[in-house]
Each structure stands twice: as C-alpha cells, then as structure tokens.
C-alpha cells in the first residue's frame, strides 16, 4: 500500500482510498493505472519491433541506402538534389561490387 498526496489538500492518503479522507476529493481511478499499462506494453511491443528491425544483418546495399537516404534529405536545391542522385547511384554501385566480391 503506498500513499500519495491528495492535489486538492496535500495530506498523504493511501492509494486504495477512491476519495480523499481529509477533505473528500476524488482520487485518481485504478482504471488509470490499466491503462497506463497498456501504453507501456504497447511501447514495450514497439520498442521490441524497433530492437528486431535494427538487427536485421546489414548488406553493403543496406548500408548504402541508408547513406543515401541521408544525403537526399540534406539536399534542398536542385542542383544538390541532381548531386545527391549522381552520389546515391555511385554509392549503390560500389555497394553491388563490395557485395559482389564479399560473396565470392
Ligand atoms: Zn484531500
């Protein structure tokens, strides 16, 4: 059992009461904590798929698409968008041929 405070007259009450014994407010509802609950598992089971995806084994072209995806997003102008695009075909063709020897 623990105590909390009552946010309209500050006495400790205990967590169990539905209202506060001093001054009769309204404590806050168990129906709060269940679904305080139910966001942490729903968190929990997120964060867990973020965990999973993250240790999907990295390929060169993995690798190479993420950079790639970095630097579009850096690119404002046009001409530094056309840049990205020449950098990112660049990138993948390196990325087939490192992909291509490592598998030999
Ligand atoms: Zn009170």
């Not at 105590?3 to 806050?28: N, Q, W, Y």
């Not at 904590?33 to 867990?48: C, D, N, P, Q």
């Not at 102008?77 to 990138?91: F, G, P, S, W």
């Amino acid at each position: 059992m623990a105590l909390v405070k009552c946010k309209d007259c500050d006495k400790e009450v205990s967590t169990e009461a539905k209202t506060c014994p001093h001054c009769g407010a309204p404590m806050p509802k168990e129906g709060m904590g269940w679904f305080a609950t139910s966001v942490m598992i729903v968190g929990g089971l997120v964060a867990a798929f973020l965990i999973f995806g993250a240790m999907q084994p990295e390929t060169p072209r993995s690798v190479a698409r993420e950079r790639c995806d970095k630097i579009k997003r850096l690119a404002y102008t046009a001409a530094e968008k056309r840049a990205a695009e020449d950098v990112c075909a660049e990138l993948m063709r390196d990325a087939d041929r490192k992909w291509a020897s490592s598998t030999e």
